[in-house]
Structures are given as C-alpha cells and as structure tokens.
C-alpha cells in the first residue's frame, strides 16, 4: 500500500440496522461473501423505529462522517409500520441538518431485506463514496461525559 | 465493573481476514475490561468454560463475545453466562464474523473495523442492565394453515401428540395438490390411494377441529397466546345436512358448463359442486362466482338444486362468518402454484391444445380426470409426445431456483406414457437430470430403458414450439425439428400469488425467490424468525412428497414444545416509562402498532403493557420529554456504543 492510499480519508460512517430486515440483510452479505468497504460500522436496533433522530445527531457530533439507517420495505416492518415513522423522522431531519450548514446526503435511509445481501453491499458502496466525496465531518462535535 | 472480553479466530473464518490477536490487545486498554481473551472456537466447550471460568475467577459482572452474528449464538452465551449467575441481558455480542471477516479482503481495514466494534460493545456493554424475562402460560392448541400433504401430516402428528389442532383450509377440501396427481415417483404409488385415507384421518381425529373452505385473516399475539381471526365463506349449503349425494349437482342449470379448477380447467362441473370424488368433507359448495341465483339473484323458473335436495341443505341466505381462534403456536403449510407457461411465448402454451402443462397431464392420466385416464388430446391418442424441462425455473431472469420436483415427475410422466402408448415415441428435452433423492437415479436408468429418448439443450439455447394444424413442431437449437402430437410443459413451482399478503399477515419474512424464509438455512429451516410460527412443505421452498412430510412432522415437533413446556419466556425488551417525566401528551398511544400503552386517566401519564409491547421502540423514538426507555436499547446504550465505536479514529481527524 503506498503513502498516498493510507492517508487518503476513510469516512467512518455509523449503521443503524433494524434487526429484522436489514442486519439480517448484512448477514446474508457476510454468508455469501460479498465484499464491500469497511467503513459502516454497524448498531443493531431491534426496529427502524426506534432510531431517534438524536443518535443521527449523536453520531455526527461525536464524530461519525456520515449515518446510514437500514429498515425493512415499506409494509414489511416486523412491527407493522416503525420504518413509516423513521422515514418520516429522518426527512425532517435532513432538512434541519442542511439549515444548520450539515450537508444532508451525510445522512442516508434505506431499505434492505434479509434476502438482500447485495443490496446492502451496494449501498454501503455507495455512502462511503458519497461521504469520501463529501469530506470529514466538521461542523459539529462533542465529547461525552459518561 | 468487571469486563470480559473475549475473541473469536472461529477457526480461519474470522482469523484468515482480521488480526484477532491485535483486537485482544487492543480491548486490553479499553475501560472497566479486566479481561481479554483469544479463543479458536468461543462456541465451543473450551470457549464456553473459559467464559464460564473468567466469570468466577474475575467476577466479571459483563460479558462481550466478538464472533459472528447475533443471530447465530447469541442465545448460546445468554445461557453461558447465566449458568454462571450473570444476567443474560449483561452479554453483549460483538459481529466480526458476517459482518467484517466475510465482507473485506484488507485486512488492516478489516482489524481496525473489529477493533471498533468492540470498542462499541464495551462501551455498551458498560450501561447494560439485568432484565429479568417474563414467563407467560400457553394456549395449548396450535393452527395449522394448509390442508395439502404438508398439512396433514402436521396437523395428525400434533393432534396425536394430544394437542388441539385447529386446520384451515381455503378451498372446500382437504388434500391440496397432492390430490390432482395421478402416481408419485419413483415408486409409482397412486396418489390418492396414499392420500385419501390421512385426509379421512384428519376428519376423524376428535383432536383435529377442520375448517375448510376458510381462510386465516388476521394474526394477533405471540408465541404462546396467538388471536387469530378466520373467515369462515360461506358455502350455501349447511354441511351438517349435507350428505354429499351429488343430487344438487347433477340437477344444476349449469351442469358441465363450469370450467373445473381441480381438473385444471380441463373439464367442466356444476355451479354447486366437491372439488373431487373422494373429498374431505364430503359437502357440496356452491361457486359464487358462477351459481345464477347468487350472481343474478335467480335461476330460471325454480331452483332445481333446493328442488333436488332431499335433505333441504341449501341455504342462499349463508353468510361470510369470521371465527376467533386462540391458540399457542402456527404451523404454516400453504404450498406452491404452479408457474403459468402462457407467460413465455416460445412455449406456444395457450395457443394449441397440444401443449400441456405437466400437472394437465396428472389430470388426463388419471382415471377421475376429464378423459377417465385415457391419454388424449382432442379425442386423439397421441403417438409422438415431448417433454420440455425447465419451465419456469432455472431461469437468471425469472425463477433461478431448481423447482426440484419437474425431472423425476417428468421421467414418472414418460413411464406412463410408454405404458398408456406402448408404441408412442417419446422425447425429453433436458439440461441436466436431477436425480438426488433415494431411488430417483434408479427410476431414471429403467425410463432411459425404457425407449424414451433424452435429448440435452443448455438452458439458453433456442427453442419454439410452432402450433401446427392439429400438431405442433418443436424447434430446438442443435436438434432436428419434431412434429409432435403431444408437448408436456415441465412447469416449475411458484409461490403462491397471495405469499406476500400472507407473510404480511402472519408477520414472517419471504425469501428473495418469494417462498417463506426460515429463521436459519441449515439448522432452522422449519423456524421462522416470528418466536412460535413454523413453515413446512412447499410454501418454504419446492420440494417432493417425502420432503414435505418429513419437513412437515418436523414442524409439527417444533409447534408442540411450547405446548407441552406449558410457559414461554418472553423478551425483556420492553418499554418502560419513566412516570417523572411522562407529562401524558398521548404521542405515543397512537404509535404503538399493538396497543401496549395505555393512558392512566387518573394519574395522568402512560402505563406499558410489557407482554403486549414487542419492544420496538417507536414510541421511545418519538416521547418529546424522553420518558420512555427501551430496555436493552436504552438511549444512554445506544449514545455509549456509537462512541465508542467512534472513539479510537476521532484521533485520526485533524
């Protein structure tokens, strides 16, 4: 590896991935082998729903690049509808984060299936490319006391 | 607080991509960890007993295992470290297996990933509480969707197990598609000759409470306790006068004027009509669909069915019902349709009557079907007859799976040919023969023997079936062209068009292929990842006769342990509100999908149903004071982990 590579930045992205779908979709990923960057570093969450928008918040300030959010499909929440609310949560988030200068595309929602294990790899692909793009996380940041 | 950590190598798995040694040595560091180990195999005795050990001697209070998914022994080292008196919720699970060792080929990257990781952990690990898991009684009756083999077999070995057996079924009778079928490979039994007599069995059994011609509408509840909804159609006709005479049916104005789905349209029945002769039950039903009086409101001058019923069983007046079941665990047993070749052109199906579906040829082989078992098409005996494989699986751009059942029945199919037509010619187009369960390859060698001539294709190349006149021509890449009388489709097996809907339903998940998926690919394959639903036969993936019913006698073990254990233990993960800070705004009540929170008028404030409530989070998510908490994933578990998951790279940026 030459100097250039190591130094190059590495977003460090944090994943929220509901247990149902999507950790079980980054299971499957594992299972079948499919390589994909080792910049998402994965929180399980038993549901999308409980992902308060606090730990996006969290997360960038605590100096995360960029967070990704796995739910199951639209209509296929193992607890009925708590993907519904997350979407709703993380678009209004987003739309604060740009008001407050944080550039939104830091923060991503998505939806993988236990089945889809290649859709997870390609979206994390694809985040880390975009955050790579959108550079270190600044604006914000916090130590916490516990 | 005391920490222990301890390392998976699992072998090469996780030790061939990440340097296991440097995340010991690095978890070393990290704070309230008085112990770090490296283990070959954590889940193996050793590992356990080390975890076991370190417990005692270092009076660890919290336990990390970085190995692989929580999915896979989570559950094993909940049970560890409780054997040895620590909490189960103390135990906290690192995946360096699925989700870094597997995933990434760098191993720099993929070492300072699980370093991370279970910095996370540790973290986490830190803010964990004991939580102590709920006992609740079983309703020691389970439901069983599905009246075909898989059904059945279910459905008997729970109810002889002693257990209450609720069977839904939604057409008017048992047997499912096994009672189309004509012979089973390769012994070539009758089918329903090995059928008939379970299905009466099930009729019979005073453990066994039959519901056919009804569907499951709606699942409540959890393992254990299920509230089921079933909608019970109406037949028009009352079953406990009806004695299956069959004198309505011959009377009908529409007599052999309905296409008849058993015989797969085939052939043509009454408006009021059984599916076939030796159905169970026995009773006449009456097809909404098609009966002139439920679709006009009369028929003719008189109603010649009430005219010809001597015991007065028929009722216009039925009405849908819908029926509450409780019950303790769900066996699921829906089955397969088959794919419609009518959707790939070149298969010419639909366009000439000579080309034919292999479950069309079980109908016109057997002796109940539409031609009373004598092999024609058009009153014509066919002399040369092909057999395509691969219809509809094995396809990258449709169904990739192996339907698994089409070789052998197809070789079963030309044996009965070269014994209906001793002198026919007989063709199998094939790509490869799959011939893997016991006497299949046996069964094979004999048909070869037997003059049926096998011709290979590969999956890709041309082939056209041109309608002909009162033949068709087979065109095959690679192959002389054949003017066949007879073309038998080997249709693969699809899901069911309502597998969707049903899953939803019965909240379980479906594979990318549609089928049901199991909660683990080898070792729980009759487990779905809802706690007390279980999947057998053909609605978890294609498979045989014998393979459904061994799979469905599994599922039926696997349904009566919670019954016969009489408790189960529920999930600590739960809600809790904090009634400090509950100011009862309410924002919550409407977000809880099961009802669990209810408003305490009196005090003002929220109160938490910790059985009902599945422990999502949603309302946690939402509460604007932060009084609801999520035991297990509590906002202070979450905020730890994500630093500490960051901790050791926020170094790295300038």
Known sequence: ?146 | MNIGVYVCECGINIAATVDVGKVVEEAKSLPNVVISRLNKYTCSDPGQESIKKDIIDFNLDRVVVASCSPRMHESTFRSVVEETGVNPYCFEMVNIREHVSWVHSNKEKATLKAIDLVAGAVARAAFLEPLERKEVDVIPKTLVVGGGIAGIQSALEIANNGFQVYLVESSPSLGGRMAQLDKTFPTLDCSACILTPKMVDVARHPKIELLTYSEVEEVGGYIGNFNVKVKKKPRYVDIEKCVGCGLCAEACRLKGKVLNEFDENLSKRSAIYVPFPQAVPLKYTIDPERCNMLKFGKCGSELLCVAACERDAIDFNQEEEIIELDVGTIVVATGFDSFDPSTEKKYGYGESPNVITGMEFERIANAAGPTEGHLEINGKEPKKIVFIQCVGSRDKDGNEYCSRVCCMYTAKQAHMVRDKIPDSEIFVYYTDIRAFGKGFEEFYNRVQNENVIYLRRELNDFIQIVHNGSAVMVKAEGHPDIAADLVVLATGLVPRADSKDFAKTLNISQSADGFFLEAHPKLRPLDTFTDGIFIAGCCQSPKDIPDAVAQASGAAVKATIPLAQGKVVIEAISAVINEDLCSGCRICEKLCAFSALEFDSENKIMKVNDVVCKGCGSCAAACPTGAISMNHFSNKQVIAQIGGILEKRRSLIV
């Open chain 1, 1 to 146: 590896m030459t100097v250039e590579t190591i130094q190059e930045f590495e977003p460090n992205i944090i994943g929220f991935l509901c247990n149902w779908c999507s950790y079980a979709g980054a299971d499957l990923a594992g299972t079948s082998r499919m390589q994909y960057p080792p910049n998402v570093k994965i929180i399980r969450v038993m549901c999308s729903g409980r992902i308060n928008p606090m730990f996006v918040v969290n997360a960038l300030q605590q100096g995360a690049d960029g967070v990704l959010i796995g739910g199951c499909h639209p209509g296929d929440c193992h607890y009925q509808h708590g993907n519904y609310f997350t979407r709703r949560r993380i678009t209004i988030l987003k739309n604060l984060l740009e008001f407050l200068g944080i550039e939104p595309e830091r923060v991503r929602m998505t939806w993988v299936s236990a089945a889809e294990g290649r859709k997870f790899a390609e979206v994390v692909e694809e985040i880390t490319e975009d955050i790579r793009k959108i550079g270190p996380m600044k604006q914000i940041r916090r130590v916490n006391e516990w």
